[in-house]
Every structure is written in structure tokens, then in C-alpha cells.
């Protein structure tokens, strides 16, 4: 590394490249880390989005945003359609609460956790998902009371098995196992499909389904200050953990339709 002085580098680099002894000489520009850093209005303000921070996800954006062939079935509520932040971001799905092709969301929770995991990047709204560039199969299975049964659960996956999806994201659970249930979870993994599930929010360390089934990835909860959540359940059969307190993104309500709000829960 040679220096100039100033205003003369263009001439010292091209004296140099005449020198026969010289294979070649050029520039020593800059670089800087690649960490792909969304314009999203919401996402850089610090009082609502800290989630994508903590895990450094600004780094893993910078090697792959998601791509549209990665479908991820949101086992859930449902999804509100036509949110702003969501739009483009959908493939069709199916509402096994009231057996028809409709998956609309009549409660909001389906709709936090699609924000989460395809919210638009860089559309001037909102905030931004964890894999915006991927897209979401709505399956709803739980009704407007957040609640469901675990055979139309179970349906749901299967069903979003059969339909193309790689990833099933169920942001629910209960304390009584099931074997229909589990079947179905297996019925996933054994054809390559990832199932990622909630540990519960009991603030317990005893048996949660499915988060309970070593088949799953079963994600507890931390707060904004990077450690455990006060609710989120814990135990051995934990795999990973992730942000749960105040987690901001997309909502849907019955009030006033498509907007954002903070959610805390191991679903988020």
C-alpha cells in the first residue's frame, strides 16, 4: 500500500502502472458491512420496532430477503387479505373453521403473525417482516375467539403440506397432547417441511403441544431487554428464542380494519 499526497493519486497510480516491475496498480477504496437497513417508517423508530434489531436481522437481509418460492403456512386466525403492508406477499389459502376458500381474519392475531414473517420491505409503510421477499398461505383453523379444535389444526397443516408450503408457523398450542395432532407434525417433517411452533405463555416449564414434540422448533420468548419474558415457558424442550414483548406489526380489528399494533406472546 502506497500513499500520496493529496490531489495526486490519479497520477501516482498511473506513473506506477508504466513501471515494467508493476503488474498492476489501483485504487484502495473503502468497503463497509452490507447490512441491508430498511426505509420502512416504522421500522426505524425505536419506541415501536426493536424485534429485527436484536437478532440481527439487517445482516441476514444483506445475503437473502426470502424468495417467493418459499411459502409459509401461517396455521392461525386467518390473515386480513387486502392490509396495505401485506398485499403481493399472499398465496391462496383455506378457512377450515367454516370450510370455505375465504381465510379471512375475524380476529387480528393471524395477521400480527404474517406482519412478522412478510411485511412489504421498503414500500414507505409500516414496518418490515423477518422474510419479506418469502410469502404467506393463510390457513385458518382458530376462530374469532383465538380459539380451535386440534382436528381442523391438524387439517390445516396437512393441507398446507399438500399445497406447497416449506414452512408451517403455528402460533398456538394447548396442554393436552394429541395424537391426530402429532401425526400431523409428522406427516410435515417427514416430507422436509419445517414446523416452527410456540412454547406457550404459562410462564411453565411442563409439557405444551405441540411445542412439547422434538419433531417441532419450539421458540420461547425474551423481552426488550434480551432476556426471558415473564410469561413465555421454558424447559429443555425449547430450541430457540425470540422476541415476544411488544412486538409491533400488522393487525387487523374489527373497529377500524387493517392497521399495526403491539402484540406480546410467544406467537409473535
Known amino acids: 500500500v502506497v500513499q500520496s499526497e493529496k490531489g495526486g493519486v490519479a497520477a501516482k497510480v ?25 426505509t420502512d417508517p416504522d421500522y426505524n423508530d425505536s419506541s415501536k420496532v426493536y424485534g429485527p434489531q436484536f437478532i440481527n436481522a439487517p445482516a441476514a437481509w444483506s445475503t437473502t430477503v426470502g424468495s417467493p418460492s ?41 395477521t400480527n403473525v404474517t406482519g412478522i414473517v412478510v411485511a412489504t420491505m421498503n414500500n414507505g409503510i409500516g414496518t418490515v417482516g423477518i422474510a419479506p421477499g418469502a410469502r404467506v398461505m393463510p390457513v385458518k383453523v382458530l376462530d374469532a375467539t383465538n380459539t380451535g379444535w386440534w382436528s381442523n389444526i391438524s387439517a390445516g397443516m396437512i393441507y398446507a403440506v399438500d399445497n406447497g408450503a416449506r414452512v408451517l408457523n403455528l402460533s398456538l398450542g394447548g396442554t393436552t397432547g ?4 402429532l401425526n400431523a407434525v409428522r406427516y410435515a417433517t417427514d416430507r422436509g417441511v419445517v414446523v416452527v411452533v410456540a412454547a406457550g405463555n404459562q410462564n411453565s416449564g411442563l409439557a405444551f403441544y405441540p411445542a412439547y ?28 428464542s425470540a422476541p415476544a414483548s411488544l ?22
Request: aromatic fraction near 10%; proline fraction near 5%.
Open 14 to 38: 498511473a506513473a506506477l502502472n508504466r513501471q515494467p516491475e508493476v503488474v498492476y496498480a489501483e485504487l484502495n477504496y473503502a468497503a463497509q458491512g452490507g447490512d441491508l437497513i430498511p
Open 70 to 110: 418459499m411459502i409459509v403456512a401461517v396455521v392461525d386466525t386467518g390473515v386480513s387479505l387486502n392490509h396495505p403492508d401485506l398485499v403481493g406477499r399472499l398465496v391462496p389459502g383455506y378457512d377450515f373453521v367454516n370450510s370455505d376458500a375465504d381465510p379471512a381474519d375475524d380476529n387480528g392475531h393471524g
Open 178 to 181: 394429541s395424537t391426530t395432532m
Open 213 to 240: 414434540y422434538p419433531e417441532t422448533i419450539a421458540v420461547a420468548g425474551t423481552d426488550y431487554t434480551d432476556v426471558r419474558w415473564t410469561l413465555s415457558n421454558y424447559g429443555s424442550h425449547i430450541d430457540v
Open 247 to 268: 412486538v409491533y406489526n400488522t393487525y387487523w380489528r374489527l373497529a377500524d380494519g387493517n392497521t399495526y399494533e403491539f402484540l406480546s406472546g410467544t406467537s409473535m
